[in-house]
């Protein structure tokens, strides 16, 4: 297999923890809400972008619902010809990162085009209290990461006035992947002032050359708590 070469999207603090822990048990509360990340055909087996083991969050999340009242789903949503995918450019590779106009991109397979079963939620993921749907990289020529903001780190995608309006003011995080959508999601998420969880067992992660680590890091530097499924109770 051709080895892939990753430049990092996360800036390295080699002093940072590894984890802010949590020692006792949560609760989540009518202020608390469940974020479900690109839990789609695409991240899993048989995907255009599968994550190893991705399938395995599902079960997880599932369980997770039945503790929140609030829930909120995100779906990559990419038009064909996408400016993140490697097709789009010239002399462009999966997983080679480039220069755009907005920052560093990453280029990518084509994948999760909208209106594709690649695109669709997985099957199984079972989230009947879910109020809201987030789609984002639609946009022709920006991506998006993160459930809150565009990869230009400015144009937000509705989901921080959503969030406000309902009195929610602290966000647990699941989903694919780890080390992109899922911590670019919690860094927002912590900018913006909420008190932010990543759920590590219902999260799984791409890690090309160390980005796992290196985005665990840079969420443990923001404040974000890393904690498992088991640390939430009803």
């Known amino acids: 297999m051709k080895r892939r070469h990753f430049v990092s999207i996360f800036p390295l603090s080699l002093a940072a923890p590894l984890s802010l822990a949590v020692s006792n048990k949560i609760k989540p509360s009518s202020n608390s809400a469940l974020l479900v990340v690109d839990v789609q055909n695409c ?3 048989g995907g255009t972008l599968p994550v190893q083991h991705g399938e395995e969050v599902v079960p997880v999340i599932n369980r997770l619902a039945l503790l929140f009242d609030n829930v909120v789903i995100t779906q990559d949503w990419h038009s064909p010809a996408h400016i993140s995918f490697a097709s789009s450019h010239a002399d462009g590779h999966p997983f080679k990162q480039v220069q755009l106009s907005y920052g560093q991109q990453v280029l990518w397979p084509d994948h999760c085009i909208q209106g594709t ?5 997985v099957s199984s993921l079972h989230v009947p209290k879910a109020k809201l749907i987030i789609r984002k990289g639609y946009h022709q020529n920006i991506d998006s990461y993160s459930a809150f903001r565009e990869a230009d780190h400015t144009t937000g995608t509705g989901l921080t006035g959503y969030l406000q309006e309902h009195k929610i003011n602290q966000v647990f995080i699941s989903g694919l992947a780890t080390d992109f959508c899922v911590a670019w999601t919690a860094i927002d998420a912590r900018s913006l002032g909420f008190d932010t969880y990543v759920i590590e067992d219902a999260t799984r992660a791409i890690n ?3 980005s796992l680590e290196v985005a665990w ?4 530097s923001a404040g974000i708590h890393r904690i498992q499924s088991g640390d939430l109770v009803g």
Request: overall charge positive.
């Open 117 to 121: 079963p690649d695109a669709d939620l």
């Open 217 to 220: 890091k840079k969420m443990a």
């Open 43 to 45: 991240f899993v087996k």
């Open 208 to 210: 090309l050359n160390g």
